[in-house]
């Protein structure tokens, strides 16, 4: 039965019944197919290579989860510091918006992993194993008592199986990093079962979306692409069809004016998520450029100009003008130049050590001797950096002389490490005026570092203290 | 936002659309995906096995009851520990080097805040533990109710909290660290006023 072609009301990876049909797309290997094949090649050399660069001693990025320390390019977070996950966030998802008002859906076509993997890695395997969209529409139907179907499927899932393993690994080597990755693949798998279930139930699941999935994930899944007619407004660039110039479609006939479009459906072909770009923007449109490359090919062979499937906007595609300054692209931008210099402000001001403060636990709130009046805190002290510090702490207020008792020498903190430290503050009896504010410095030997805590000192009512 | 609808409708079936309307708005009568109901059936089937499993075997113990046990062996634990504690244990204690170092290690996160890194005492904040002079009470068990209690003095506490929190284990440990430095039998009592560590230079 021949399926009916791509319809709006319907999604048509999604059966009538409820069936998953699977799409066979053609490929035409156009400009912007090598471009992005370029991109998506150099996405994962980058992906792949991090966890074996090493800056300071660590790996470029290492999410040492299990030591709740974080190496970013030398830089080493601890939990902390993780109020700074907040720029990343809010960053990553601003920087996708502002991308979007600009470019469409430049993130899912170019970008993103799933379309990466399953364009540049897995439908490359697809191609080498069962041929081109031909020859694996004929695969579908043939019965799997043919040797070759179990042959070439076969093959093809193994060589799957490969690539979903080594993405597994790699993913995982950025939580426990290189040298801590290959003692576990050389040890039986029962030495490490945490890692070895993780690395297992990673592999299963890119093999699932990979092989079975794919642009499910996209249609279903995927909140991005459902945001996009929020997203995107007449002027931002979107993958196109030109109506003006390619409709009414189809041969052109003595009485009958044709345009440009020909109506050969090589752009539905190659559409991975099964649409028709002559439709109009689409829910389901990844922006991946397959139906530009398809229809430029046609149009170059028919001598006719490219471009009638282009990046072009909604305002273009209708005969206007792109304009990309535009109030939101400019608060956009406005926004951005302030989340960079906040965000710059803050990683600058990260230092290489901790220091915490809270009242000790299970003591009174404060004690009243014959010569002073004492409070008793518990200071929380992390070097975060990579050579052994000493620090001193000492006590600052801008009324009442107060002490810190047996501080005087310090105390050395170990790389990586973190101390709780009970801190007895005194104040003279003869000083004591009422509570106060004061703050508690902690400085390193070398001067480098000084971190600031304020604190409260309680005590009695002074005129009680006077006899 | 316009789009061309140029395809021939002839050719494919549009999906119905449902009679109803809430706020004008309408849906077309289309399947969900069969993974998509995949899930909900198995979600239903995993609550039911849950059910089962939680409520009707019994397989999987109930967190409540599990962590009642748990609490209840741990009461038990300490009960024991302290009905056991005697002069005699605690002294037999204080000459175990693994119990001595685990008491040192509470001492010297807690402790000493109070009492000086040396044990030295600090004036006006607690007194000297490295003499042979105690104030509140001179035998083993004195100074292990000490440090469990908290020490009330002229029905009011003069400073020292109760320190149960840490566990009868941990309690004991650093009982014995104070021991660890005394001479069984020559521990001398003394009153608050005597106490050197306290006494106005």
């Known amino acids: ?15 009538q019944d409820g069936t998953r049909p699977f799409l066979q ?41 299990e030591h709740r320390r974080f190496h970013l390019f030398g830089t080493t977070l601890g939990l902390g510091d993780l109020w700074l996950l907040f720029f990343v966030i809010t960053g990553w998802g601003f920087l996708i918006y502002a991308t979007t008002a600009f470019l469409g859906r430049i993130w899912c076509g170019w970008t993103c992993p799933q379309t990466v993997y399953l364009e540049h890695v897995f439908r490359v395997l697809d191609r080498l194993f069962e041929g081109d969209h031909v020859s694996r529409a004929k695969l579908d139907a043939q019965p799997w008592s043919d040797p070759s179907k179990l042959l070439r499927r076969g093959g093809r899932m193994i060589a799957y199986l490969f690539f979903c393993w080594a993405v597994a690994h790699i993913f995982l080597a950025y939580f426990i990093s290189i ?20 690395m297992a139930v990673a ?28 997203l995107i407004d007449d002027d931002s660039v979107i993958v196109g069809y030109d109506e003006k110039r390619g409709e009414p479609r189809g041969k052109a006939a003595p009485g009958i004016p044709a345009g440009d479009c020909v109506d050969c459906h090589r752009c539905v072909q190659v559409c991975p998520t099964g649409i028709d770009i002559r ?38 595609l209708g005969g206007g003008k792109t304009r990309f300054l535009r109030p939101r692209t400019v608060l956009y931008a406005a926004m951005l130049a302030v989340g960079l210099v906040v965000a710059t402000v803050s990683v600058l001001r990260v230092q290489p050590a901790g220091f915490k403060l809270s009242r000790a636990p299970q003591t009174e709130l404060y004690a009243v001797s014959a010569g002073s009046v004492a409070n008793v805190f518990r200071a929380k002290i992390q070097n975060k950096d990579e050579v052994p510090r000493r620090f001193f702490i000492s006590a600052e207020s801008a009324g009442t002389k107060v002490a810190v ?5 310090g105390m050395v903190i170990e790389p990586q490490a973190e101390i709780a430290l009970p801190l007895t503050v005194l104040v003279d009896r003869q000083d004591y005026r009422g509570e106060f504010n004061f703050t508690l410095r902690l400085r390193s030997e070398d001067g480098k570092i000084s971190l600031l805590q304020k604190a409260h000192f309680i005590g009695p009512d002074p005129r009680t203290l006077q006899k | 936002m316009t789009t061309p609808m140029s395809d021939d409708p002839q050719r494919d079936p549009r999906p119905v659309i449902m009679p109803h309307a809430y706020d004008g708005i309408q849906e077309y009568d289309q399947s969900l995906p069969n993974w998509w109901l995949f899930t909900l059936f198995s979600s ?7 059910w089962l499993a939680n409520f009707v075997t019994g397989t999987v113990a109930d967190d409540r009851v599990a962590l009642n046990a748990e609490l209840a062996a741990l009461e038990a634990r300490q009960l024991a520990a302290v009905k056991n504690l005697d002069e005699a244990t605690l002294w037999k204690m204080s000459r175990n080097a693994k119990t001595v170092a685990d008491g040192q290690a509470v001492y010297a996160s807690l402790c000493f805040s109070c009492h000086g890194p040396t044990l030295a005492g600090i004036k006006g904040v607690g007194f000297r533990l490295n003499d042979d002079l105690w104030v509140h009470g001179n035998t083993a068990m004195a100074v292990f109710g000490n440090i469990n209690e908290g020490i009330v003095f002229e029905g009011k506490p003069t400073g020292m909290a109760s320190q149960k929190a840490l566990g009868t284990e941990r309690v004991a440990a650093v009982t014995a660290y104070l021991l660890s430095l005394q001479k069984e039998g020559a521990m001398r009592a003394i009153s608050r006023k005597d106490e050197p560590s306290q006494s106005t230079p």
């Open chain 1, 179 to 198: 040298p801590g990755l290959y003692p576990m693949i050389t040890d039986a798998p029962l030495a490490h079962p945490a890692a070895f279930v993780a």
């Open chain 1, 203 to 230: 592999t299963g699941a890119l093999l699932f979306n990979f092989w079975w999935f794919r642009e499910q994930l996209c249609l279903i899944i995927c909140p991005y692409g459902r945001l996009q007619s929020a």
């Open chain 2, 44 to 50: 239903i089937a995993f609550a039911f096995l849950y």
């Open chain 1, 279 to 316: 439709q109009g923007l689409q829910m389901e449109c990844i922006a991946c450029t397959a139906c530009v490359d398809a229809c430029d090919d046609v149009m170059t062979k028919l001598k006719r100009p490219t471009g009638l499937v282009r990046y072009a906007s909604l305002r273009e």
């Open chain 1, 405 to 409: 008792l047996n501080q005087s020498a």
């Open chain 1, 1 to 15: 039965m021949k399926r009916p072609g791509p319809i709006r009301e319907s999604v048509t990876t999604i059966g």
């Open chain 1, 25 to 65: 797309p053609a490929i035409v290997f156009g400009s912007w197919w090598k471009a992005r094949r370029a991109v998506a090649w150099l996405l994962i050399a980058f992906f792949a290579a991090l966890p074996w660069i090493e800056i300071e001693g660590f790996p470029a990025v290492f999410l040492d989860v």
